[in-house]
């Protein structure tokens, strides 16, 4: 019992668009954290210990978070691409066993 090609065409497109959103998304985000990095004049800026400037109303963001936040989006993005990628192993495997079980 294999799926029509009309719904594994439909299904892979849809996969590809889900990617691509991904992609688009992750990488927009990590680029508009650095370039924030590096258009706001946070380079000098210290908080007192303990404080985070998103997370304290006195504190401000520092240069350092930012750039530490834009490693994270990057992180987002390979978690993204990671389960993506098991996600079309899953399939792919699955179609060769059960095209395998029907010769």
């Not at 019992?1 to 889900?18: G, H, I, K, V």
């Not at 992750?26 to 210990?49: E, M, Q, S, Y």
């Not at 079309?88 to 079980?101: A, K, Y």
């Amino acid at each position: 019992l294999s799926p029509s090609p009309l719904a594994s065409s439909s299904t892979t497109s849809w996969m590809y668009q889900c990617v691509m959103y991904d992609i688009i998304l992750g990488v927009l985000g990590t680029l508009t954290t650095l370039t924030a990095a590096r258009d706001f004049p946070h380079r000098r800026i210290t908080n007192a210990p303990g404080q985070s400037g998103t997370l304290s109303h006195v504190a401000i963001v520092t240069q350092n978070e930012m750039i530490e936040h834009s490693f994270y989006q990057g992180l987002n993005l390979v978690q993204a691409l990671y389960l993506h990628g098991m996600s079309w192993w899953n399939i792919h495997r699955g179609e060769e066993e059960s095209g395998s079980g029907s010769g």
